[in-house]
């Protein structure tokens, strides 16, 4: 079993920023995908970015457009999300989400099925 821990939400106004952070209980790179992904309450889970660990190769929801960018730390076994200009529309709740297969690269790397580990959550509130 993997140990996910996420932290960094908050409520912020439109045009906001934050930086969402995951710890990883194990090495991060012991991985082979490692994603966020968000819940807005009675919409299914959405995977926002996703990074390929060793290869370094990175995926993003193609409604972003550059807003949010993710990003690994393999000393201090971490993952982030840093995002940018947030909007109403991006509140909900943000879950760090880990591979242990290389199931993300078949069913694809945003997709809820492809992750055998996730964390509790952590939640952003966007606001007027």
């Known amino acids: 079993q993997v140990r996910l821990v996420e932290s960094g939400g908050g409520s912020v106004q439109t045009g906001g920023s934050l930086t969402l952070s995951c710890v990883f209980d194990?090495?991060?790179?012991?991985?082979?995908?490692v994603a966020w992904f968000r819940q807005i309450p009675g919409n299914e889970r959405e995977g926002v970015a996703a990074?390929?660990?060793?290869?370094?190769?990175?995926y993003y929801v193609d409604s972003l457009n550059g807003q949010f960018t993710i990003s690994q730390d393999n000393i201090a076994n971490m993952l982030y999300l840093q995002m940018n200009n947030l909007v109403s529309e991006d509140t909900g709740m943000y879950y760090c989400?880990?591979?242990?297969?290389?199931?993300?690269?078949?069913?694809?790397?945003?997709?809820?099925?492809?992750?055998?580990?996730w964390g509790q959550g952590t939640q952003v509130t966007v606001s007027a």
């Open positions: 194990g090495y991060i790179n012991n991985r082979d995908f």
């Open positions: 990074i390929e660990t060793r290869r370094s190769n990175k």
């Open positions: 989400a880990a591979a242990d297969t290389r199931a993300p690269s078949h069913v694809g790397p945003l997709r809820v099925g492809g992750y055998d580990y």
